[in-house]
């Protein structure tokens, strides 16, 4: 654990942390089935898709997170916090590394580099390749759409058991595809590239679980691609209980350098 710690850069550790986000939780029962219809419409499609909202108002766990760079992997569990519409925080074990993320802000700091960053999404923003904000990372947290699908119309088709809606006037800058699995409504996978700058950003959800009778994400695999890396993170979340009592103890320690990012 310290040597993956130790290794990791500040640009390393936000991307993991960013991406953790963007994820959710394990429980007991994987959600399994579901059956395609294809005489349902995008419209339809995408109406169940808001219907089916996770709804609760605490998050508290971990998550096992594997990550690659195609030069190096490391392997590192975190502790994971939040609180819907307000806060999430992270902390890695004795809390060498904390990350806590609220609607205005970014914070992170590293004890072993006696560095931190404290700003805006900007910074995430240009590392994912797409404009993040806290309702994003909201909405991958729980499975859903990374934009508002009722504000566009899509055309639908069948892939590999899902429904996969794409706009029917693709953007000239960004090019999205978004798949939903039919048992839930939830997203089977998501997707956002910037061909010009040879830029993906791609999340597949790997299976559900319900938890409380919310229904959430269990495992989940990214890849970040732009023009000079490829980074792949792999998630397993444990041991999550929702709607509990949660705090963040965050405070960035004295004396540390602030990263200009």
Known sequence: MMKFLRGITMKQALLMLSIVLMASCKSTKVVTGGTVDEKLSAKSVI???YQNQANFKTLNGKVRISYSD??????????????KDKAIWMSAPLGIVKAYITP????????????????????LSELLGTEVDFSILQNLLTGQAIVDLRQEKYGIDLFEESYRLTPKLPGTLYKTLFRIEPKNYKMALQQLSQPLKNRLLEISYE????????ILPNEIKIRAITKDNENNIALEFRNIELNGAVN?????PKGFKEIEL
């Open 47 to 49: 109406k169940a898709h």
């Open 70 to 83: 195609g030069e190096s992997s490391q392997n590192v569990s975190v502790s994971i916090r939040m609180e």
């Open 104 to 123: 205005d802000r970014v914070s992170f700091y590293n004890k072993l580099q006696n560095e931190y960053f404290d700003g805006d999404f900007s910074y």
């Open 207 to 214: 299976n559900y679980q319900i938890l409380n009778k919310e």
């Open 248 to 252: 963040f103890p965050y405070s960035i």
